[in-house]
């Protein structure tokens, strides 16, 4: 039977055996990987392991000052960057879903080269990357690409620093059961799976700052009352999209022309295939209310309804 505990001991040993001298970088992202690739890593040598935390201004509401408070409430000192402008000048204008993955993994690898150069020790780098991620970006002989995860072997070479993955033969529901074994919060075990390159994933077309504050409202308002109906730990995945379709709409007496917001929430084991969840039609209404009433450039919201495949989870 596979147990956690039995892991945790033997992927602490494995982490010594491989980090042998000078110090271990994390991005950590506030995602279960991360974070258990984080504590594990820090279990294992101490204070040589270097956790940062790159903003890219692409995260949910509030998530940047959660992340850093955890890992410091866990011991784990916590190296943040800001680098939210840069992030966002570049992708404004940007349609096209591998441009903005491009731009964004192009844009993390400058910042993170940048970063280095605070921490002159570092030699090795740690990443939560999972069996699904590895076969997804064609890591795997036959295996065809889908999309570049920005975060699967997305760092440069020439960074000349070792990889460490402690958890690339791991599925999610295992992962979550070693953040459990290891004490984690339940905040952190039942995290949903977050995408690297953040809600630019979740904005079809082009990437605007205003459709970003849209996705970011509207994904709040998701998960607070899929986690008021007891529902949110029992989906994969529950989020908000945003595209440049619009509908005629009107609010108070007048006739406004808004943004369409779909929600899209997922059921999965492990990415690879994917159901749409069948909502109670009340939860439904309340995030459709309160999208249009609490957003007021939204005038219409949908439901998605369609499997992966044929559809993946993410829109972009
Ligand atoms: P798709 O949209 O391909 O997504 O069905 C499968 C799972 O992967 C997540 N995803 C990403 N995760 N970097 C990540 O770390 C990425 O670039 C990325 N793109 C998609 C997605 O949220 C879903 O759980």
Same mark, same amino acid.
């Given at each position: 039977?596979?147990?956690?505990?039995?892991?945790?001991?033997?992927?602490?040993?494995?982490?010594?055996?491989?980090?042998?001298?000078?110090?271990?970088? *994390?991005?950590?992202?506030?995602?279960?990987?991360?974070?258990?690739?984080?504590?594990?890593? !820090?279990?294992?040598?101490?204070?040589?392991?270097?956790?940062?935390?790159?903003? !890219?201004?692409?995260?949910?509401?509030?998530?940047?000052? #959660?992340?850093?408070?955890?890992?410091?409430?866990?011991?784990?000192?916590?190296?943040?960057?800001? %680098?939210?402008?840069?992030?966002?000048?570049?992708?404004?204008?940007?349609?096209?879903?591998?441009?903005?993955?491009?731009?964004?993994?192009?844009?993390?690898?400058?910042? $993170?080269?940048?970063?280095?150069?605070?921490?002159?020790?570092?030699?090795?780098?740690? #990443?939560?990357?999972?069996?699904?991620?590895?076969?997804?970006?064609?890591?795997?002989?036959?295996?065809?690409?889908?999309?570049?995860? !920005?975060?699967?072997?997305?760092?440069?070479?020439?960074?000349?620093?070792?990889? *460490?993955?402690?958890?690339?033969?791991?599925?999610?529901?295992?992962?979550?059961?070693?953040?459990?074994?290891?004490?984690?919060?339940?905040?952190?075990?039942?995290? !949903? =799976? $977050? =995408?690297?390159?953040?809600?630019?994933?979740?904005?079809?077309?082009?990437?605007?700052?205003?459709?970003?504050?849209?996705?970011?409202?509207?994904?709040?308002?998701? @998960? @607070? @009352?899929? @986690?008021?109906?007891?529902?949110?730990?029992?989906?994969?995945? %529950? $989020? %908000?999209?945003?595209?440049?379709?619009?509908?005629?709409?009107?609010?108070?007496?007048?006739?406004?022309?808004?943004?369409?917001?779909?929600?899209?929430?997922?059921?999965?084991?492990?990415?690879?295939?994917?159901?749409?969840?069948?909502? =109670?039609?009340?939860?439904?209404?309340? *995030?459709?209310?309160?999208?249009?009433?609490? *957003?007021?450039?939204?005038?219409?919201?949908?439901?998605?309804?369609?499997?992966?495949?044929?559809?993946?989870?993410?829109?972009?």
């Amino acid at each position: 039977v596979w147990k956690p505990e039995d892991q945790i001991g033997k992927l602490i040993e494995e982490i010594r055996k491989e980090v042998k001298d000078g110090d271990i970088i *994390i991005g950590v992202s506030g995602g279960v990987d991360s974070t258990v690739v984080a504590v594990l890593v !820090h279990m294992a040598v101490g204070e040589r392991a270097k956790a940062v935390f790159i903003d !890219h201004g692409l995260f949910r509401e509030g998530e940047p000052e #959660q992340v850093v408070k955890l890992l410091n409430s866990l011991g784990i000192k916590v190296y943040y960057v800001d %680098a939210r402008e840069r992030f966002l000048k570049r992708l404004e204008g940007v349609s096209d879903c591998e441009e903005k993955r491009r731009i964004i993994g192009e844009t993390f690898a400058e910042v $993170f080269t940048e970063t280095l150069s605070k921490f002159p020790e570092v030699k090795y780098l740690a #990443q939560g990357t999972l069996y699904p991620d590895v076969i997804e970006s064609g890591a795997v002989k036959g295996a065809d690409k889908i999309k570049s995860h !920005h975060n699967v072997g997305g760092l440069p070479r020439w960074f000349n620093l070792k990889l *460490i993955e402690p958890l690339r033969e791991f599925y999610k529901d295992e992962v979550r059961k070693l953040a459990r074994a290891l004490g984690l919060p339940d905040e952190v075990v039942y995290r !949903h =799976p $977050f =995408p690297g390159p953040g809600l630019a994933v979740r904005i079809i077309g082009p990437f605007t700052r205003e459709k970003l504050e849209i996705v970011r409202k509207a994904t709040k308002i998701i @998960e @607070e @009352e899929l @986690e008021k109906g007891g529902i949110l730990r029992k989906v994969w995945q %529950a $989020f %908000a999209v945003v595209g440049d379709d619009k509908w005629v709409g009107v609010k108070g007496d007048r006739r406004t022309v808004g943004y369409i917001v779909t929600i899209r929430v997922v059921e999965s084991e492990d990415a690879m295939t994917a159901d749409w969840s069948r909502l =109670p039609y009340e939860v439904i209404e309340r *995030i459709s209310t309160r999208i249009t009433s609490e *957003i007021p450039q939204v005038t219409m919201v949908t439901y998605a309804v369609t499997t992966k495949p044929p559809s993946t989870i993410e829109p972009c």
